[in-house]
């Protein structure tokens, strides 16, 4: 059964980059696709994007370019950053893998969460 | 993007009876290459990461009981609680995956009457 297990800093001072990490467990990064969600309370869940097999991204465009999604194959992680953060970035955020090999499926497989704090 | 609009906000209903979540999607989400419904329902616990219960539309995901069911077609989409147990108290929420950015309706409370 395919883990996720995440890590990163709890607190990021604003317009620092926010970076978080995903170790998978139990399945090979190199299928599926991997994305990121955050939730906070005033916006709800919000899909923040994904990396498929290859590379391949797609971004939620609200975050204006901020965002980066990557594969790290050797370790078997997947991984967010994100730039010139703000206030409104604080969020839990969530790692998720597709419920199977194809794009078309939605998020089965979700991490624990982090709690992620933009503040000085 | 793809608005997705749940109601009620929230829901009491007793022990053994139905809970019935609408969702409705500002566009059509059936993906035309494979005629299928690009809808899920999530069930979401405090303190943990939400669980998916049901994916193109009705399908049920892994494990999940059969009392939770998914209908709908085009852009209205229902979740069914056949018959409410305590352990089914939660926030659920529909998501939209036939475009990107995925996008998820505001969420349902479900609590005991």
């Known amino acids: 059964q395919v883990q996720l ?23 090979s990064i190199s299928s599926y696709y991997w994305s990121w969600i955050r939730q906070s309370a005033g916006k709800g869940l919000e899909w923040i994007g994904r990396v498929y097999t290859g590379g391949s991204t797609k971004y939620n465009p609200s975050l ?38 194809a794009l078309g499926v939605p998020e089965a497989y979700w991490g624990q969460g982090s709690l992620v704090t933009v503040s000085s | 993007d793809i608005v997705v609009t749940q109601s009620p906000d929230s829901l009491a209903v007793s022990l053994g009876e139905r809970a019935t979540i609408t969702c409705k999607s500002s566009q059509s989400v059936l993906y035309s290459v494979d005629n299928k419904d690009y809808i899920a329902w999530y069930q979401q616990k405090p303190g943990q990461p939400p669980k998916l219960l049901i994916y193109w539309a009705s399908t049920r995901g892994p494990g999940v ?35 990107a950015p995925r996008t998820f309706g505001q969420g349902t409370n479900v609590e005991i009457k």
């Open chain 1, 5 to 27: 297990q995440q890590s990163g800093p709890g607190l990021v001072k604003p317009s620092e980059t926010l970076s978080l990490t995903c170790t998978v467990s139990g399945d």
């Open chain 1, 64 to 101: 204006r370019g901020r965002v980066t999604v990557s594969l790290d194959t050797s370790k078997n992680q997947f991984s967010l950053r994100l730039t010139s953060v703000t206030a409104a970035d604080s969020a839990v955020y969530y790692c998720a893998r597709g419920l199977g090999t």
């Open chain 2, 65 to 99: 009981p059969d009392r939770f069911s998914g209908s709908g077609s085009g852009t209205d989409f229902t979740l069914t609680i056949a018959s409410l147990q305590a352990e089914d108290v939660a926030l659920y929420y529909c998501q939209q995956y036939v475009a």
